[in-house]
């Protein structure tokens, strides 16, 4: 069981940053990928970043690459995305969520989220 808390979204201009945090509890969070969605008004819930179990392999959506970066530190139960270059666009929000297979495809713990609202 993983119990996962956003943190640190907000209204920024747009140009600006933004780092997510997303602390979470449980013994096996080190064993877990590690993902983050979003979903703006009216809109289905989308990908945005995954990250493997030990960090060493990450994705991201085609909308947010070379602006966003996600990191984990395992020993601190801790993902986060730092977002730049952030857009109107990128209003959402931001949900933390972990995979136990690895896979990227079993995503079966999820936070509350988190918004963020970029203002043009």
């Known amino acids: 069981q993983v119990h996962l808390v956003e943190s640190g979204g907000g209204l920024v201009q747009a140009g600006g940053s933004l780092r997510l945090s997303c602390a979470a509890s449980g013994r096996t969070f080190s064993s877990y990928a590690m993902g983050w969605f979003r979903q703006a008004p009216g809109k289905e819930r989308e990908f945005v970043a995954t990250?493997?179990?030990?960090?060493?392999?990450?994705y991201y959506a085609d909308s947010v690459k070379g602006r966003f970066t996600i990191s984990r530190d395992n020993a601190k139960n801790m993902v986060s995305l730092q977002m730049n270059g952030l857009k109107p666009e990128d209003t959402a929000v931001y949900y933390c969520?972990?995979?136990?297979?690895?896979?990227?495809?079993?995503?079966?713990?999820w936070g509350q989220g988190t918004q963020v609202t970029v203002s043009s």
């Open positions: 969520a972990a995979d136990p297979s690895g896979r990227y495809s079993v995503w079966d713990y």
């Open positions: 990250i493997s179990w030990s960090g060493g392999s990450t």
